[in-house]
């Protein structure tokens, strides 16, 4: 667990959308973003108060995030400055960054020095159990997806914060870098070991109220080569209750994957939960999140419309409409 | 790659079961197997001479391979003085025990001293790309299973013997330790992080000429909510053109799985062969290989006659009644 709140680092970043990470946590978690710091020249802007070091400690914060993707790859000198700085003063780090923290040595002596903690969310901390398949009280929703990358996540969180708002019962469970840090909690599944990926999303979402619902993030999906294996140990380890169907109407082949086509939502439909049912006979298909951006308001409405009627179940835009129709979904069974 | 031929350390063995990665290679491989060497106690026997250190390097042997399972989980220091001798005599260990070769540092330390390997085959030492889903040339045949442990890995490597008999182009793929010390390579998928499993499929099955054949070892099953991530990206990494349906009739839950039905031979047909069909729409179904162990040969004949008619597709017991006709089923693709 990431203590929160914290302080956003933005670091130099270039534009706005370097900093997706930070936009995520003001978004879905603005009660974590405390405050931002920027470096000279930077050019994201989250809309939170500009504090450095001190102020921000003074108010609460524990832990210096790192909301901006880094450039080259290397965590550079002059970041390097302000994180040291910031494990003196007392917060942890965390990074979702490819260059992890952990492997600069003069971070981890100063880390150590201070007593503070540095957290890099692309590698698991926890010693994961094998899936063991046992019945979990509590009710769980999973979005699979006709592709990556079509809005399995944004649509998770979307129906998280509908739900918070009526005031169910509810937690979204991070699976990935980005999720992790928006909620200071989750599990890095992508670098999780084969034997063990069924058993993290046990571990995830365990035993819970009957009337709570993890609404699990998804990842990958079943027909992408790459990456289907992940999205099956999802499947199969998270016994959900309910399924929401993700797509994006536009994309021409499989993300990363030329000459594969992307496949039916009806194909996702009997693929998924044929195997959901396997951990979870009571396990149906509840709504369907269509990623609408790339097309225009009168697009975006016939698609729906067309997908709404082809498939007998709500479809919506979450990041348009919002997710109130597929809470309502969940919510009925 | 572990250099071969070997000599089969069988230690202290205390019944022939425990030798079961010795008797796999003595089976499979006999033609790696040049010596055994036993220590006092031990009840196992390979049935191939008898040799000390010396006398299997003069006559070759490379590599000294713990052909046996280790007791209470610990490499004993009886076993020990053996394994540094063999260091100083010029031989690499090959090991899958969970007590991994490379955490002991006394070992480490005299196979440095002498440029000698430590394979511990449970831990992958390739770092595997993610797959590309690219089409490779030469063809593919998988194993896939109702359940974990029907016999996959023992009918690829009869079909695997029945093809070399006939003079085929063909190679046994190993995916788990047992399949890696009886061929010397492989990959150890249990052990691979999510994000490349299926890559490292890739990687263990690449292009080849257009008669050769990559018999795939399967491991786990879609049905089984523990493993079946892992044998979702062998069925997209692996790209095969023909699979084999393995079975074990007498099963009453899933391993390890109290309450999981076993999945139909009906079901697993189609589930693994819709998604098999994403990597490569050539694929078909072509056989299935019961495993008939825990029935009398009547019983077993009728067992096979059932699933054969039912199922339309030879179905044979590999071990009974040899693989032949599997073997005539993929040479008829």
Redesign the interface.
Known sequence: MIETPYLLFLGDAPDQLAAKVAQGIKDWRPEFALGQYRMEGCKADMKVPDMDLAEAHAAGARTLVIGVANRGGVISDSWKAVLHTALEQGFDIASGLHNLLRDEADLVTTAARHGRILHDVRVPSVKYP????VKRSGKRCLAVGTDCSVGKMYTALAMDAEMRARGMKVSFRATGQTGILITGDGVP???????F???SIEYLTPDNDPDHWDLIEGQGS??H?????????L???GQPDALILCHEPTRTH?R??P??AL?SLEQVRD?AL??AR??NPACRVVGISVNTQHLNEEEAAACLAEVEKRMGLPAVDPFRHGAARLVDALAAI
Chains 1, 2 share one sequence.
């Open positions: 094998i899936a063991n398949g599944l992508d670098a999780v070991i084969a034997d990926m069924a058993g079943l027909f080569v790459s990456y289907s294996g992940v999205t099956m140990a499947i199969h380890g499989m990363g994957l000459g594969y496949p693929t044929a195997m396997v951990a």
